[in-house]
């Protein structure tokens, strides 16, 4: 018989949306504000409050949920609290210009109307986003194995990345522009390049650190270098690649919203940089939350690859 037990934390995020639901209900807007009051935020506390009291009632009979939820419950609810302190000193008291902090319902509005525009952004940042990772990434591990295997290639090309690597990508525009022919290609290049460097420099370092009794051994079987190249080097430096793929797409986003304002036509970045200029800052603020989930999925996505390819590391690196 499964255990019946109930924590009081895991109410906290449905009392927290019931009250920001309430003050919302009940407190007018300010007179100052002209637009359409749209409802979306009411609903979505409605919504929200209704899904964490299926959560609270489902936790009494999963001690997994129980402890899972019961752990993330204060957080959850502080980030309720914190919205619905927004939402009042924006909309019920507008303790802040409107201009600039636009009003969660107003935030919403700019998701329900544009989406079509927003997820056009979305996939056109995405495309340009894995076309520069990728094409880093390979040319960075490819860096990464000869600086690391290879003395020769060492002598050359570890002093160029050094001098080379820590330049800023975005440096790299003005070169860029006049390479390619299209600025798509400038923006991916730039990208890759922001990828490249830690790729690189990790992986050589990971392929360094492997105790020499292992080539050793596989040179006494008669291993070719190819072979200890694909099972020994490679698989013994890959986490230190993957910390380097990481450290390479935290900078890419960072790259992809300058890369995005040199002529490109479409991107999240793009849409930002536009809607400021016309001072469209609930479209801003929009474009900033589809751009963090973006990163957010995109780094635990890396994460779970990185957890089921190296599962004896599964938890080193927590995300």
Not at 44 to 68: D, G, M, P, T
Request: proline letters at 4%; charged letters at 15%; glycine letters at 6%.
């Amino acid at each position: 018989m499964k255990k019946v037990r109930f924590i009081y934390e895991t109410l906290l995020p449905f009392i927290s949306s019931v009250f920001a639901l309430i003050l919302h209900a009940f407190i007018p807007r300010h007179e100052d504000i002209m637009t359409k009051d749209f409802n979306y935020f009411k609903w979505a506390l409605l919504v929200l409050s209704i899904v964490f009291l299926v959560l609270a009632v489902l936790s009494v009979f999963n001690e997994k949920l129980r402890i899972k939820y019961g752990y993330k419950s204060w957080f959850v609810a502080g980030m309720i609290l914190l919205l619905n302190i927004y939402n009042l000193i924006t909309e019920k008291f507008m303790l802040l210009p409107s201009v600039y902090f636009p009003f969660p319902d107003k935030i919403l509005d700019v998701f329900y109307s544009s989406w079509p525009f927003l997820l056009k952004c979305l996939g056109y940042s995405l495309k340009l986003l894995v076309t520069g990772v990728i094409g880093g990434a390979i040319v960075g591990v490819l860096t990464g194995i000869a600086i690391g295997w290879n003395r020769k290639a060492s002598y050359w090309i570890n002093p160029l990345i050094k001098l080379v690597g820590p330049i800023p990508a975005t440096v790299w525009i003005p070169i860029a522009l006049v390479t390619f022919s299209t600025s798509f290609k400038a923006s991916a290049f730039i990208i890759g390049i922001s990828v490249w460097f830690p790729t690189a420099v990790l992986t050589s370092s990971g392929i360094q650190n492997i105790e020499n009794a292992y080539f050793e051994v596989a040179s006494t079987l008669g291993s070719s270098s190819i072979y200890k190249i694909k099972k020994i080097a490679i698989p013994g430096a890959l986490p230190s690649m993957f910390i380097g793929f990481f450290n390479g797409i935290t900078s890419a986003f960072l790259t992809l919203m300058t890369a995005e304002m040199i002529g490109v036509k479409f991107g999240i970045g793009w849409y930002i940089n536009w809607q400021r200029e016309t001072m469209s800052y609930a479209n801003v603020y929009a474009g900033l939350i589809v751009i963090a989930i973006s990163c957010s999925l995109v780094v635990t996505l890396l994460f779970r690859v990185r957890d089921k390819l190296l599962t004896w590391q599964k938890g080193v690196i927590k995300w």
